[in-house]
Structure formats: structure tokens, C-alpha cells
């Protein structure tokens, strides 16, 4: 059974860095396919990073990596700004699956001004 624990969220001001860890246990980051989502109250579900995906409200600040040693990724925060305020999570698609089928419990990263 894939599972995600999340860790890293935390209170920043605008302009300042978070990195999120999300780490994996049931399947190997390498291949089971793990993005970065987040929510904000009143918002749809953003997704917003993955191997080769960035969101535009998130592009050219946020980046994904990986730690293949520790089964583990990342997501770089730079440059953070009041409307990046959310709700995030990490998800993986699982061995052998196209969708996000696995989510971790997510971390609340508030920036303020």
C-alpha cells in the first residue's frame, strides 16, 4: 500500500522560501509518479507541480526534485507571495496508473505580507 507523509509547512513572509518533503513508503518515487496539489479556502484544487509540469502561478518560483536515497520529494518554495496561502499535498499515481490515487495528509503553508 502506497503511503505519503508530508512535512515542512509553516507560517513565511512574502518574498521568503519553504521546501516541502513528502516522503514515500509502497512505491519508488523514481517511478510511481508523485506531483504536488494545493487548495486554498474558496478554490478549486490547483495542481500545480509534477515532473515536467508547473502551473503558471507557480512557474519559474516552485521546484520539484527528488531524493531517490531517502524515497523522497521536494517542493522548493522561492519567492513566496500572500495568494500562494494554501493547503498542500502531495500525491503519487501508484504502480502501474495514470491518475493521483495516493495522497499524502497534507501541510498548510501560510505567507503573510
Known amino acids: 500500500q502506497v503511503r505519503l507523509v508530508e512535512s515542512g509547512g509553516g507560517l513565511v513572509q512574502a518574498g521568503g522560501s519553504l521546501r516541502l518533503s513528502c516522503a514515500a513508503s509502497?512505491?519508488?518515487?523514481?517511478?510511481?509518479?508523485v506531483g504536488w496539489f494545493r487548495q486554498a479556502p474558496g478554490k478549486e484544487r490547483e495542481f500545480i507541480a509534477g515532473?515536467?509540469y508547473y502551473a503558471e502561478s507557480v512557474k519559474g518560483r516552485f521546484t520539484i526534485s527528488r531524493d531517490n536515497a531517502k524515497n523522497t520529494v521536494y517542493l522548493q518554495m522561492n519567492s513566496l507571495k500572500p495568494e500562494d496561502t494554501a493547503f498542500y499535498l502531495c500525491a503519487a499515481k501508484g504502480p502501474g496508473s495514470s491518475l493521483y490515487n495516493y495522497w499524502g495528509q497534507g501541510a498548510q503553508v501560510t505567507v503573510s505580507s
Open positions: 515532473r515536467v
Open positions: 509502497g512505491c519508488t518515487v523514481s517511478t510511481c509518479g
